[in-house]
Every structure is written in C-alpha cells, then in structure tokens.
C-alpha cells in the first residue's frame, strides 16, 4: 500500500543528473531541467560514482526526497547511495530503456507528468536486492545478459538505440558459454549457462518476463538458461510473447528469497541493466531495508508484447511455477 509523503508542494528537490549522459534524451531532458530550474537544487555529476556519493550524503543529511533524472546508470547509483536509508527516491526517466520506471507506472514519455507523480508524494516501498553487494530494484544478470550489456557501446547506444544491444547479442551467441551452478537458500540446485533474476516483472522495457514477479514479496523471480547458443534467444521472445517465461525445455523458473551463483570461470554480471564487473561466484540475498520510492498507485502496462506475441504464436505448455523459501 501507498503512503502520502508529507512534504509541502511546490518544494525545491535536491536532483541528480549526469550533464554528459549521451541519451537522445539528453537535450531534451536539460532543457526541461532549465525550464523548471525554480523546482531544483541541482547536482551535475562529474565521474562515475558521483551520483551515489551525493544520494548517500542527502540520505545521511535527512532529506525527504532525492530525484534521479537520467537513464539506468543514474538510477542505479542513486539507488545504492539510498540503500538502508528512509529517503524517497524520485525519478525522472531519461534513459533509453527506464524500466524501472515502467515498472512503477511512472511517466516515461513526459517528464511534466513525472514530475507531477513526485509532486503528489504518494509513496511506494519496494523489495531492494543485491548482487555480491551491488543494490538492485529491478532485475540483474549473469552470462549472457550481462555480457550483451558489456559488448554495447555508449556510441553504439546512442546512434542505434535498442537496436545496439540486438548487434551485441549476435555477437555473443557465437562464443562458448560458462557453466554455472545455482544454489537457493532451501539447497535447490540448478545448472545452466545464464541466469536472469527478476524484482519487477519487466527486462529491457516493456517486455514482461517476469509472468508472476511483485516488488513487495521478499522473493525473485529466477530464470535458469540450460542452452546457449539461438535457444536462448528463442526461448525469451517466447516469454516476452506470453507473459512470461513458461516451463520450457531449456529454462528453469522459479522464485527464491536467495540464491548464490558459482560458474567454472569469472563471468560478466549485470544490475539494473548496469555492468557490475565479472565474478566466479555471485550471491543474491535481499537487503536489510525497503526502497521507498514516489510513484503512483499502479504500474502502467506496454503494448509491445501484445504485438510480439500475435508474430510468435507458438504453442506453450501450462505453468507451474516453483518456489523455494529459506527455513
């Protein structure tokens, strides 16, 4: 359930932002930034890690309210300056993807809307995982998620959008994959050549992967790749065709409050679609606090996967999702 932030309104935000950031967006987004200068105490950031020093420093100086506006990369540093702390994160989506704030039913396409949904000060807590300590909110990756993610250029990004991570996945689909073992806090064990854990039920926009993910539950949603190689590429348009990713042959699904990652090499690793660094073993375990973030009361659903699923129309078998909880 939501809660009313009680904050006076007008306020002046303290607002974090990357003036370098190479998003389409950008200009757009500095423009508006300018036109609404009045709203804003604002932070540009000079080098990587800047953003989560500063959101860790307002946390630790009492502000109510810290704004992200940029893409992923902002996001997620201002996410894990917030970590353990009582400040609302507010956002203003300025990335390509900004799944989060899809996820969130935040305004994507207008940020005169976004900033009207931190204005309303309803706030929403939210479950905060992390992967060998890095926060996440929304999903994280190992294998060949993650490796795409390395693979894809900020020029490459720029000039192609999504499209410059289908050009990385192609590249990778060539290359021979590690071999991971996946241990849940009840002893499951599963084997396989990537994994994806889902927070929210979104990856990479508006696709829902996810089918049974909540933010609220204590819980990821895991997905297990058994094939590399087309397979894996088959299998996710699949999910992202129906909802989520079914029983299939060369996936493995099910939920797990923590879980540790051991692969027979160092493999890239990825959260909230930043990449974090290549790690022989990587443990998932939710953090000790909630992330309280001003959103409104429901999320906003995409219409891609509609159009997607009426390309794929391939037969799928009933699901039956597993669950695994720590004693």
Not at 21 to 38: D, I, P, W, Y
Not at 194 to 204: D, E, I, K, M, R
Request: glycine share 10%; net charge neutral; proline share 5%.
């Amino acid at each position: 359930m939501g809660e009313e932030c009680g904050m006076a309104s007008p306020r002046r935000y303290p607002l974090i932002f990357n003036p370098k950031a190479r998003s389409q967006k950008g200009g757009r987004v500095l423009r508006f930034l300018m036109s609404h200068a009045n709203r804003f105490a604002m932070y540009a950031t000079n080098h990587a890690g800047e953003a989560r020093d500063l959101a860790a420093r307002f946390a630790r100086e009492g502000e109510p309210v810290v704004i992200a506006a940029g893409g992923d990369g902002t996001l997620n540093e201002v996410v894990h300056g917030l970590a353990g702390s009582s400040t609302v994160l507010g956002v203003l989506p300025a990335g390509t993807m900004n799944v989060f704030a899809r996820e969130m039913g935040i305004p994507f396409d207008s940020l005169e809307r976004a900033l009207a949904i931190i204005d309303a000060g309803l706030v929403r807590e939210v479950d905060l995982f992390s992967a060998n300590g890095s926060p996440f909110v929304q999903m994280a990756g190992i294998g060949f998620d993650a490796q795409v993610i390395e693979e894809t250029t900020w020029e490459s990004k720029k000039m192609l959008g999504p499209l410059a991570y289908l050009l990385a996945a192609v590249k990778v689909l060539g290359e021979q994959p590690p071999k991971m073992e996946i241990i849940c806090a009840d002893g499951r064990r599963e084997e396989g050549v990537a994994v994806v854990a889902g927070n929210g039920s979104l990856y990479g926009g508006q696709f829902k992967l996810f089918r049974n993910a909540d933010n609220q539950d204590s819980k990821l949603d895991v997905l297990v790749y058994k094939e590399a190689g087309y397979r894996i590429v088959l299998d996710s348009l699949r999910g992202l065709a129906f909802g989520g990713v079914d029983l299939l042959a060369s996936t493995s699904y099910f939920q797990t409050e923590a879980f540790t990652v051991r692969a027979n090499r160092e493999v890239p690793v990825e959260v909230d679609g930043e990449w974090i660094g290549r790690f022989s073993e990587v443990r998932f375990v939710e953090t000790a606090s909630r992330l309280r973030v001003l959103a409104p009361e429901g999320p906003v659903a995409g219409n891609f996967a509609e159009a997607l699923k009426s390309m794929l129309q391939w037969p799928r078998r009933q699901p039956e999702l597993q669950t695994t909880r720590s004693v």
